[in-house]
């Protein structure tokens, strides 16, 4: 809790430093700095202020969500928010001191490990912000292993990702190339085209933006025989059926993980996760927790591997991350732990066979088509007989948001374990309706 | 006269031995104390071309990651991995086993201007 200096405080404070007054410990600041006016209401009291927040609230509407694309609503058990929001990892501190911060590294290490074991890679950190800032970091992580300055991105890829690796890369030296999609799927032929010698890695995602399983292991051959690096960008709870990044030989694999037990949150905060092969290790951005003995021969866990950051390489350190998301990576570690490998493939077999109910009842209601002719997880493309836009619109009246807009009359819809049959029936009725 | 007495130094403690053109580089027993117990040490690539008094390698202590610098100009011909792999090797025999890297000189005058093992030496009393 905040609470803030009392006079009394502030005077001894004063005092102290030898200033007789606060506009004399600031008289350096220029005048016209110093006093501002913000045109702010006056201050409420707490019931005021609890009050003001609910008639704000109350203007949320609840939708009927059937939108993904990269962003997921998922059913989070109640035993999750139970652990989370205990004081003692809620208002943790960041470890630096490991003796001060078991049960913070020991959480830390259970993620680490859980998320290994999930995507069957060897070694990840302590997580990062999320998956767009993690593959600019895997690209790095390439680029730097490399030394070489071209980069591949599939078509694909969630176009918000491909706006930040670019932005991170601005000035660096590094071009960009994009791998074309045929049918929803990365062509193979126009991969092998662009694989010069100069290429320091591939970064592809399965699914991919338009929900799309690719060809991961054809990839990954392709990407390794033209000696470069290949980059998974993964859906973690889709490895509950699909293939993980370790089995196909992925160099590195990023994530977004708010699929894990993490609410949508009104975009965030969300949990990036970087996992990677032991050859990278000293090219991971972020924190790492290790576990070791300490000198009573006791089980330890620290931060291991520090020299990588950037409070002791400064300028020469490869990323300047040197955060992790602590609470929303526990919030992964509970829900893997609550579901385990059973649970993860239950709720992933339910995403698929809902998403694919729903695209059989769509492509069925006069006007809509899938767009493309490709396996895919719990997301999928339509076309529709009207804009998307105009759609997304109209159903928006009736309680439901009816998906993301691809540009044109595509639509992007997702559905995952949290919609009923009931839920989808109502849903195709109301598209039906609007394409009338 | 011992490989450190035969040796020269730089002021960043890098030492060089040479034996007709090839110069064999790594760090002087002196510095690896100070920096304490070494994790690793990244080398650089065999045919990277290094320049004389500029970064080459890194070593990475439980305390620090220090840059190398190398003495001499030229081709770097030979890493030694057993010093990848057993960074420790290091701390135990600096200047005979724990060796980093071998450059073909392009200058073998470039080593005129280092200081000599008793310069060195009285340096860092």
């Known amino acids: ?88 990892f809620l208002t943790a501190y960041t470890p ?231 609470l929303c990576a526990l919030s992964a570690t509970i829900y893997m732990a609550l579901l385990g490998p059973q649970g993860m493939k239950e709720v992933a077999e339910i995403n698929l066979e809902n998403a694919h109910i729903l695209a059989e009842k769509i492509s069925q209601t006069a006007g809509f088509k899938l767009k493309y002719n490709t396996p895919f997880f719990n997301e999928f493309v339509v076309e529709c007989p009207k804009p998307a836009e105009e759609i997304i619109g109209k159903l928006a009246a009736k309680d439901i948001l009816a998906g993301i807009s691809l540009g044109g009359n595509d639509m992007l819809i997702c559905a995952t374990e949290t919609k009923t049959a009931a839920d989808l029936d109502a849903f195709v009725k109301e598209l039906a309706e609007v394409s009338k | 006269m011992n490989k450190a007495e035969e040796s020269k130094y730089m002021e960043s403690h890098e030492w060089v031995h040479a034996d007709g053109d090839i110069a064999t580089v790594g760090i002087s027993d002196h510095a690896q104390h100070e920096i304490s117990d070494i994790v690793f040490v990244e080398l650089p690539r065999v045919g990277d071309k290094v320049t004389k008094g500029e970064r080459c390698a890194v070593v990475e202590s439980v305390k620090a990651a220090s840059d190398i610098y190398s003495p001499v100009s030229g081709e770097v011909v030979e890493v030694n991995t057993k010093v990848s792999d057993e960074p420790s090797l290091v701390n135990q025999s600096a200047q005979e086993e724990g060796w980093f890297f071998k450059v073909k000189m392009s200058d073998k005058t470039e080593l005129d201007s280092l200081m000599n093992y008793d310069q060195y030496t009285a340096k860092n009393k």
């Open chain 1, 96 to 326: 630096y001191q490991a003796e001060a911060s078991q049960g913070t590294l020991q959480a830390i290490y259970e993620f680490q490990s859980s998320i290994c074991a999930l995507f069957d890679m060897e070694a990840t950190n302590a997580s990062m912000y999320e998956a767009a800032t993690a593959l600019a970091e895997a690209v790095n992580a390439c680029v730097k292993a490399s030394r070489k300055t071209k980069v591949l991105l599939a078509q694909a890829l969630n176009p918000d990702y491909v706006q930040t690796v670019k932005t991170y890369f601005k000035h660096a030296g590094v071009s960009f190339d994009t791998v074309n999609c045929t049918n929803g799927q990365l062509d193979l032929n126009d991969l092998k085209a662009k694989l010069t010698a100069d290429v320091a890695c591939v970064a592809v995602a399965n699914p991919n933006y338009y929900g799309c399983v690719e060809k991961m292991h054809e990839i990954s051959q392709a990407v390794h025989d033209a000696k470069s690096h290949f980059i998974a960008v993964v859906e973690p709870l889709s490895l509950g059926v699909l293939a993980a990044p370790g089995e196909y030989n992925a160099d590195i694999a990023v994530a977004e993980a708010q699929s894990l037990g993490t609410p949508l949150n009104y975009g965030g905060p969300f949990l990036g996760v970087f996992a990677c092969n032991k050859e990278f290790l000293r090219h991971i951005p972020g924190r790492i927790c290790g576990i070791t003995k300490d000198t009573k021969g006791q089980r330890a866990f620290v931060l291991t591997l520090q020299a990588r950051e950037q409070h002791i390489r400064r300028e020469r350190a490869s990323s300047n991350i040197c955060s992790n998301e602590a």
């Open chain 1, 1 to 88: 809790m905040f609470v803030s200096n009392s006079k009394q405080n502030k005077e001894e404070m004063l005092a102290k430093i030898g200033v007789s007054s606060f506009e004399e410990l600031v008289k350096q600041v220029p005048a016209q700095l110093r006093t501002k006016e913000f045109g702010m209401e006056p201050a409420l009291n707490e019931q005021e202020l609890i009050r003001h927040s609910k008639e704000l609230a109350a203007k949320n509407k609840k939708l009927l969500n059937f939108a993904g694309g990269g962003a997921y609503e998922h059913f989070i058990p109640s035993a999750l928010s139970q652990i989370v929001n205990r004081g003692e």
